[in-house]
């Protein structure tokens, strides 16, 4: 069993699934072949947004400078540009988005450090007396970068804002008048009173893996990232340290670190202490020093507890009409019926959507839906049509790498035809609610894969059934 690793997701139909489409057909002579290999290295890829990243600067910018209020900043040469030095040090290896990233340290004791949207990082005082050693401290650095790089905050924001909105605003949220400001208020206020501190598990994943990344290319041992966690953890009879509050663990998260050493290059001689690390570290645990630093000022926060289980209120589209309507393919490979008050969307030739309004949006040159079906037909990667389906599955899944295989393929009748029916579920990637997509499969007559594939939330899955087994009765495909 090889395992995949993960990235974020998207639920894409459009650029991504259609650029599969080559030769070679079911009942062709060759089949696709992957090569196996070393394990790759963590990569993950920020997930759905709908802010720029120049959005992300500003945003980020107008947060900076409202915590700067709430929290005293120290201005101690000698341990500002430490932090900022080992900070610009780690940054170089960040993924995705080059942001221009700005280190301040918070004279506080708590053990904690944040990051907001668009590269502005701050590590507490607590944080670096906490650490045992440089690479310790580089840990911490390393997992904030990766909130920042992977576009973390905004991602929240971005859920929470179609959550309250629904994907149909989408549209208007592209348009010129897009306006960050009316963004902002629509998810609940502007700076830190927002998505941006507290980040859910999928993040924190992301988080600790690609900042294991980080710290390995950078020259240090990610054991140590996983070494502080550790520590953390076994501050036993205090209080939860604020990292841990605003980072929670993902669930066996020194394990998770220590499994992907082995992808990792990491120095035969990595750094653990410095000079300069010690001589801060005693400088700000110096009598005098450390009471003077605040016991504990953390910028105000209003957002959830738990962002993972943020807004789920949200706008819900129109209930399926009974009553349905004659869709033809143009190029006559299929037919189907589908509600009257849903919209048929043309993703390209032979792949389309039906989804109702308010369920779907484009992004990124790229349609999401919430509730609907895609449909369409692609090349195939294998000869026969339970391996070709059993990979058009695995795409699906490493497109949207929270979903998971919920039951296996069945072979059904589709139609008269041999077909297999996969059920998967996961998080929406824009809405969090989890969500239950049938993926049905089948050989067109010129040996390509015809899928499709229905979407629902779970909380909606049953009231859905009647319209989705209608629609995939009504299918015809050409012979
Ligand atoms: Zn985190």
């Known amino acids: 069993m090889s395992k995949r690793v993960r990235k974020v997701l998207s639920f894409v139909l459009g650029a991504a699934m259609v650029a599969q489409v080559a030769c070679g057909g079911l009942t062709g002579d060759r089949g696709g072949t992957s090569k196996g290999g070393a394990r790759p290295a963590p990569h993950f890829e920020p997930g759905f947004n709908i802010f720029t990243p120049e959005q992300d600067v500003e945003l980020g910018r107008r947060s900076a400078e409202q915590v700067a209020r709430q929290v005293p900043l120290m201005n101690d040469a000698q341990t500002v540009n430490y932090v900022r030095a080992l900070g610009a040090k780690l940054a170089a290896h960040a993924p995705g988005q080059k942001f221009a990233y700005q280190f301040n340290v918070v004279g506080t004791r708590d053990i904690n ?7 502005f990082v701050f590590v507490n005082a607590g944080a670096i007396l906490a650490a045992k050693d440089e690479g310790e401290l580089a840990g911490v650095i390393a997992h904030e970068i990766t909130h920042v790089a992977l576009r973390h905050g905004t991602n929240q924001a971005s859920k929470a804002y179609i959550a309250q909105k629904g994907l149909g605003m989408l549209g208007r949220v592209f348009g010129r008048d897009n306006d960050l400001g009316q963004l902002i208020g629509a998810v609940g206020g502007t700076g830190a009173n927002m998505l941006f501190l507290r980040f859910g598990r999928t993040a924190e994943t992301q988080a600790d893996l690609e900042g294991a990344r980080i710290m390995a290319e950078a020259g240090y041992d990610p054991r140590d990232m996983a070494n502080f966690f550790k520590t953390l953890q076994a501050k036993g009879g205090q209080r939860t340290p604020e990292f841990l509050s605003d980072h929670p663990d993902p669930g066996n998260r020194v394990a998770s670190i220590n499994q992907v050493l082995p992808s990792l290059r990491v120095s035969a001689k990595p750094v653990h202490d410095t000079r300069e690390f ?32 943020a807004p789920q209120q949200g706008a819900r589209p129109t209930q399926p009409s009974a009553s349905f309507t004659q869709y033809q393919s143009d190029d ?3 037919a189907l019926q589908y509600p009257d008050n849903w919209d048929a969307l043309v993703a390209d030739d032979s792949n389309m959507i039906f989804a109702p309004k308010g369920a779907y949006g484009e992004m990124n040159q790229s349609l999401m839906v919430t509730h609907g079906i895609f449909i369409g037909a692609v090349a195939p ?14 795409d699906q899944l490493a497109a949207n790498p929270d979903f998971r295989v919920q039951e296996n393929p069945r072979a059904i009748n589709f139609g008269g035809r041999e077909a297999y029916a996969t059920v998967v579920a996961g998080p929406s990637a824009v809405t969090g609610v989890t969500e239950i997509d049938v993926i049905y499969t089948t050989a067109t007559a010129d040996g390509r894969l015809f899928y499709l594939i229905t979407m629902a939330p779970e909380d909606e899955f049953a009231a859905y059934q009647t319209t989705f087994k209608r629609l995939i009765e009504s299918v015809r495909l050409a012979r």
């Open 278 to 309: 010690a001589d801060v570290k005693a400088r700000l645990g110096g009598q005098g020093a450390r009471e003077a630093l605040a016991s504990q000022a953390e910028p105000q926060r209003t957002g959830p507890s738990d962002p993972t289980n």
């Open 332 to 334: 006559g490979s299929f």
């Open 113 to 119: 450090a944040f990051a907001l949207p668009g590269g």
């Open 381 to 394: 990667k294998a000869r026969d049509l339970p391996s070709a389906s059993a990979a058009f599955v695995r």
